[in-house]
């Protein structure tokens, strides 16, 4: 199972970006997709999920700027970034918890990253 992420980019402050992600590989079912991102000397942290209900979490520093969108059933997940802000700089992965057809478990799969930089 593999993600690829894309749409990352240089923008400058109050601009805006999309994130794609798309999973591919022997998927029988992803359960749940989100997102993460990892700043320069820092920890990798949580920015948003969307569940195969549709439900969404948002962490609140993004909260009314970033939107989580997919189709899990296409085993796509886009991130929809407004209003940047500089202190958005980073790396940004993709992340899902798939049944493949020969699993009896979820497993968390991660892509490669994007890299965004908001700056004048």
């Known amino acids: 199972v593999q993600l690829v992420e894309s749409g990352g980019g240089l923008v400058q402050p109050g601009g805006s970006l999309r994130l794609s992600c798309a999973a591919s590989g022997s998927i029988r079912r992803i359960n749940a997709m989100g997102w993460y991102r990892q700043a320069p000397g820092n920890q990798r942290e949580l920015v948003a999920t969307?569940?195969?209900?549709?439900?969404?979490n948002i962490v609140e520093s993004v909260k009314g700027r970033f939107t989580i969108s997919g189709d899990l059933a296409k085993n796509t997940v886009y991130l929809q970034m407004n209003s940047l802000k500089p202190e958005d700089t980073a790396d940004y992965y993709c992340?899902?918890?798939?049944?493949?057809?020969?699993?009896?478990?979820?497993?968390?799969?991660w892509g490669q990253g994007t890299q965004v930089t908001v700056s004048s």
């Open positions: 969307v569940t195969s209900s549709g439900r969404t």
């Open positions: 992340n899902a918890a798939v049944l493949e057809w020969r699993g009896s478990t979820y497993m968390t799969v």
